[in-house]
């Protein structure tokens, strides 16, 4: 769209994008290649050599998939929104409500990213984005959502042989269960208990990725985990697991994150209005 138009903020226009979303796109593609795909000359986007012999070669395939799209959309009508979110949020906060917003707006679709890694090192370009963090991302605008606490957890069997806790740090008379996604809870808890970054790589026990693997895994008995309470409040209320200690309020929350240039009217912003509702009603 780029190399039709020679203006990015006409090719986001027709690609129903922000525009440092597809500045975004096209800087990842020339790290991909190695090379420079365009140059600006008065004010205007050009490709450079590299790029004219990557656009003839790619043409009739982006044509292809112009035709497809197209009659897809015949069949799916509406706006499309993608939305990037940790897996454990969308399935215990974001989808048990999500019907009262499709049931209003029937015409908008939702994709949900879910790749942890890839959304906290801004891999993936998506309208909006829920982000654990301080708030802060340079080029980006952040609204509060809500805040988060932590909580050590265990079965009923474990706790009965491994006992309570009068410290945090007394997490580490059982056998443990870590979380090594990069806003690691178990990290968190065993920062506030004093640990350094060191000595918390050197604890055993077993490491898993997301925070429903973690809960599988603090079902199973294999062990005691750190999770969010938001994440694992139903399973201590029926009694599967046991609270080890007070919660831990954690610094910082989760954001609603989105580019400076977000349209202020249109599917995207109706769901941001709708998402800051919901949080504000938690």
């Not at 994008?17 to 020339?30: M, N, P």
Request: net charge negative; aromatic share 8%; proline share 6%.
């Amino acid at each position: 769209m780029s190399v039709e138009t020679g203006n990015v903020t006409k090719a986001a226009e027709r690609l129903c994008l922000t525009q440092s979303a597809v500045s975004r796109q096209i800087k990842q593609l020339e790290e991909l290649l190695g090379q420079a795909l365009f140059e600006r000359v008065r004010q205007r986007m050009q490709l450079t050599a590299a790029g004219q012999r990557y656009y003839q070669q790619v043409a009739p395939v982006l044509q292809l998939l112009a035709q497809a799209t197209e009659e897809i959309r015949q069949f799916r009508p509406g706006y499309h929104i993608v939305l990037g979110i940790e897996p454990a949020l969308a399935s215990s906060w974001l989808l048990p409500s999500l019907a009262t917003f499709t049931d209003s707006h029937p015409d908008i679709s939702l994709h949900l990213m879910t790749d942890i890694h890839k959304l906290y090192q801004r891999q993936v370009a998506c309208d909006l984005t829920i982000l654990f963090g301080s708030g802060q991302w340079p080029g980006m605008h952040a609204d509060f959502l809500m805040g988060d606490e932590l909580v050590a957890v265990a079965t009923p069997a474990l706790v009965a042989k491994y006992g309570a806790l009068n410290k945090p740090a007394d997490l580490r008379n059982y056998p443990l269960l870590h979380h090594t996604s990069p806003e690691s809870s178990t990290g968190y808890w065993w920062r506030a208990a004093g640990l350094a970054a060191t000595d918390i790589g050197r604890l055993p026990g077993q490491r898993l990725e997301t925070f429903p693997l973690l809960l599988q895994a603090a079902l199973q008995g294999l062990g005691a985990t750190v999770l969010p309470w938001y994440f694992v409040a139903d399973r201590l209320a029926q009694g599967d697991l046991i609270q080890l200690g007070d919660r831990l309020p954690c610094e910082g929350g989760y954001f609603l994150v989105a580019d400076l240039d977000l349209p202020a009217e249109g599917p995207a912003a109706q769901f941001r209005e709708w998402l800051l509702a919901q949080a504000g009603g938690r």
